[in-house]
């Protein structure tokens, strides 16, 4: 393995951001890493500052797109101690979806050592204090420039970071998908590829038209089995029964999801990995038994949903007292900020 090679910038930006004004995703830190693989190995793995890159327009990226990523965030506890919240898990998963895109998969010191070394030298970026984290997204391109519709010899790794406050997605009602799918059994939907969220951009500006802000996809085949939002797995409550979708090549196996099962578990909520049908879930809103639906992943963690729609059948929500939701987003927080006890192991403690 080669050298990490870092050049710190001469003078933060940081002091021009105001991190009480922080939209999803907008403000990127003082570095970046980045590796690159070339005449069959990565190599090069550099932290330097975080700048515009330049690529032969051909890159494979551009028009076949070979491209994956992943989502993750640092955490700062009381004692200014950074902690990742599960990602090995990540680091697996960036590499199942390389696979899947014909990618050379990425070597877990390089990951580990650039991520750790790259929020070492951003740590003035992850604050203190509930819901302040540091958004992580390492991604994977295809760089080599030819046309052929082939693999690339060339890509390059990267991660940027981004600090984020809370995020709150604002009031979510959902549509669930009758027509268009994001995913279908063989396909990539499993996979963090850039293009599952590309499809999924002209089936949701629908819905906001009609006053809805995300789809939960059905499957592809007949549209009678409830799977995932699309940015997150999703969760019902009938009575005090949590149902949620078993992953498939359809659905992408979310570390949030996998979380709340454990915690559902721990404290003796009662947990289904199991198909959900519309039906099922518009029979339980009409009888009064549907109590909640949220959605889980790392960026808003749980995400509550208000109501749905599907053809001509609309239906609210009830606003519970003690919600899941709220109860298994307090959890996640309290082990993601070293508040509590983490049984699982789930918080990796980024050493300095
Ligand atoms: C990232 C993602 C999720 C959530 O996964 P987490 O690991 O919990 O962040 C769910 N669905 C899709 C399609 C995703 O890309």
């Known amino acids: 393995m080669s050298k990490l090679n870092i050049t710190p910038v001469s003078q933060s930006k940081i002091n021009t951001v105001d991190f009480n004004d922080l939209p999803f995703g907008n403000v990127f830190s003082d570095h ?30 551009f028009h076949y797109g070979q491209a994956v990523f992943e989502g993750m965030k640092a955490f700062k506890d009381e004692n200014d101690d950074i902690y990742l919240f599960r990602p090995e898990d990540n680091f697996e998963r960036i590499n199942k979806s390389a696979h899947r895109l014909a990618m050379p998969e990425f070597p877990k010191d390089f990951f580990f050592e650039g991520l750790e070394q790259l929020l070492l030298l951003e740590k003035e970026w992850i604050k203190k204090g509930d819901g302040n984290s540091l958004y992580i997204r390492p991604f994977v391109i295809a760089t080599q420039g030819a046309l052929s519709a082939s693999p690339a010899d060339e890509y ?11 995020y709150y997605a604002g009031e979510v009602r959902v549509i669930f998908a009758e027509e268009y799918s994001r995913s279908a059994s063989g396909g990539v939907g499993f996979a963090k590829a850039a293009g599952n969220y590309a499809a999924q951009f002209y089936p949701t500006s629908l819905a906001h038209k ?52 454990q915690l559902a578990k721990d404290n003796k909520i009662d947990v289904e990995v199991r198909r959900v049908s519309v039906t099922e879930i518009k029979d339980a809103a009409k009888n009064g038994s549907l109590k909640e639906i949220f959605g889980s992943g790392t960026a808003a963690v749980i995400n509550p949903i208000l109501g749905f729609k599907h053809s001509d059948f609309k239906h609210e929500l009830p606003v519970m007292e003690d919600s899941y939701a709220k109860f298994f987003k307090k959890t996640l927080n309290e082990i993601q900020y070293n508040k509590t006890e983490d049984k699982h192991n789930w918080r990796h403690k980024v050493s300095k």
Request: charged share 25%; with cysteine; hydrophobic share 40%.
């Open 156 to 166: 390059k790794f990267m991660i940027i970071c981004s600090p984020a406050r809370s």
């Open 210 to 261: 009609e006053g809805y802000q995300q789809v939960i996809w059905t499957d592809a085949k007949s549209h009678e089995y409830l799977e995932e939002a699309g940015t997150m797995n999703i969760f019902f409550r009938i009575n005090n029964t949590l149902i949620t979708a078993p992953i498939s090549d359809r659905i992408l196996d979310g570390i949030t999801r996998k979380s709340v099962i």
């Open 32 to 61: 970046m890493f980045s590796c690159d693989f070339k005449d069959g190995k990565w190599q090069n793995p550099t932290i330097s500052e975080y700048a515009p890159l330049t690529l032969d327009p051909s890159a494979r990226v």
